[in-house]
């Protein structure tokens, strides 16, 4: 905040950086942020809630975020995300219990032609099938340090 001058209209940037550095956003840190740049803390909350990027929450080890916009929906999405919350017992936005993964949902991954997409920790992948999806998954969860 103080590289950029604790201007209210680098908020964004902000919670980036606060993110990057804790991994979420929780409320200490909302109402640190908005203290500092002197902005409600309903508006610092209302942008950390808005944006798919931004977690209140602590993520997973790892992530797998499902787009929902309407050309993944029609193509698959919704059955995609249905078969990792019933194979992990988690909804969207939420995180298993021993800290191995997240699931979440982006409106739209602007990857359209290759519906439905899902990113994999930090690589997007198109045509994806529910099978596809717990495949990944498992992958992971099997290689868990437990």
């Known amino acids: 905040m103080r590289k950029l001058g604790y201007r209210s209209d680098a908020l964004i ?7 990057e550095n ?3 956003l929780d409320l200490e840190a909302l ?3 908005a203290a500092c740049l002197r902005q409600p803390l309903s508006r610092v909350y209302g942008v950390a ?3 798919h990027f931004f977690s209140l929450q ?4 790892h992530c797998c975020i499902v787009c929902t916009g309407t050309a993944c929906y029609i193509k698959g999405a919704g059955e995609v995300l249905s078969g990792l919350e019933g194979r992990w017992g988690v909804k969207a936005g939420e995180t298993t219990p021993d800290g191995m993964l997240s699931v979440g949902t982006a409106r739209c991954l602007g ?4 519906a439905p997409v899902v990113v994999f920790d930090e690589e997007m992948l198109g045509k994806v099938t529910p099978e596809m999806a717990l495949a990944r998954t498992e992958e992971w969860m099997s290689h868990a340090d437990h």
Do not use: I, N, S
């Not at 940037?13 to 993110?19: A, D, G, K, M």
């Not at 602590?58 to 080890?61: A, H, M, R, S, V």
């Not at 990857?111 to 290759?114: E, I, T, V």
């Open 22 to 24: 804790f991994g979420h």
């Open 49 to 51: 809630t808005f944006y």
């Open 111 to 114: 990857a359209c032609g290759a």
């Open 58 to 61: 602590p993520k997973g080890k």
């Open 31 to 33: 109402k640190y942020v």
């Open 13 to 19: 940037e902000t919670l980036h950086t606060v993110q």
